[in-house]
């Protein structure tokens, strides 16, 4: 059992695809990770703005003003989600990387390892706070600062796969990979900057599906880890 984890949910997590905020699958993430930090586990969690605004999803738009888009997304997403977690009375915080003393609290580790002691829920918004960083690296940057002994990526598969299993039932699915392999064999996994970022600092990366979450550091093997070895 891990002490202290990040966790990285997607923002069409709270979506329905109808309404891009559905509070009902807001209450329903909230009550996962509340079952989570039930276990006695401190929890930074990421979540992505993709239900809002995508800043690769760029054509002729600007891409670095569409990533700034996508920053103030995960920020609404963050508040969201803290409306939900406090609704359930767990205790939570919300850390941006871009400064917006009306809404949230500035990030700095300091701060973000103090509240983790104290058994708060941290959701960390604006990612990295820079354009062209996805929120996986984000998550990855944000389990390094806080030592992290896990990065948990919550996604649309249950696994990481050979190939698209979407596209390709008979892809082979992966229970174990070394992150050398994932970066060699090009798996989509998670993107390149967030790997490389836990491999030099070895965080353990769990991929699996959102609606696995109930099932995390439970006794079942789910999803597929990503190491070092």
Not at 39 to 54: C, F, L, Q, Y
Not at 161 to 173: C, G, L, Q, S, V
């Amino acid at each position: 059992m891990y002490k202290r984890v990040v966790l990285k949910i997607s923002g069409e997590a709270l979506s329905d695809g109808a309404e891009p905020i559905h509070f009902p699958m807001v209450a329903e993430a909230a009550q996962n990770i509340r079952a989570l930090w039930e276990k006695d586990v401190e929890i930074g969690v990421v979540v992505g703005g993709g239900n809002i605004a995508r800043g690769r999803n760029a054509t002729t738009q600007d891409r670095n003003r569409l990533d700034h888009m996508g920053m103030l997304a995960t920020a609404i997403n963050a508040l969201a989600l803290q409306d939900g977690l406090c609704a359930l009375n767990v205790p939570c915080r919300v850390l941006s990387a871009v400064d917006m003393h009306r809404f949230c609290d500035p990030f700095t580790a300091r701060e973000a390892n103090r509240l983790l002691g104290k058994k708060t829920v941290v959701i960390f918004a604006c990612g990295t706070g820079s354009p062209f960083f996805s929120t996986d690296t984000g998550a990855a940057l944000r389990a390094a600062e806080v030592g992290a002994e896990a990065l948990l990526l919550a996604k649309n598969v249950d696994a990481v796969y050979a190939d698209d299993p979407k596209k390709n039932p008979n892809a082979a699915r992966y229970t174990h990979l070394t992150y050398d392999k994932v970066i060699a064999d090009r798996l989509n996994a998670t993107d390149l900057t967030a790997i490389t970022l836990c491999r030099e600092q070895n965080i353990p990366i769990l991929v699996f599906g959102l609606d696995q979450l109930p099932q995390v550091m439970g006794e079942e093997q789910i999803g597929t880890w990503i190491t070092r070895e």
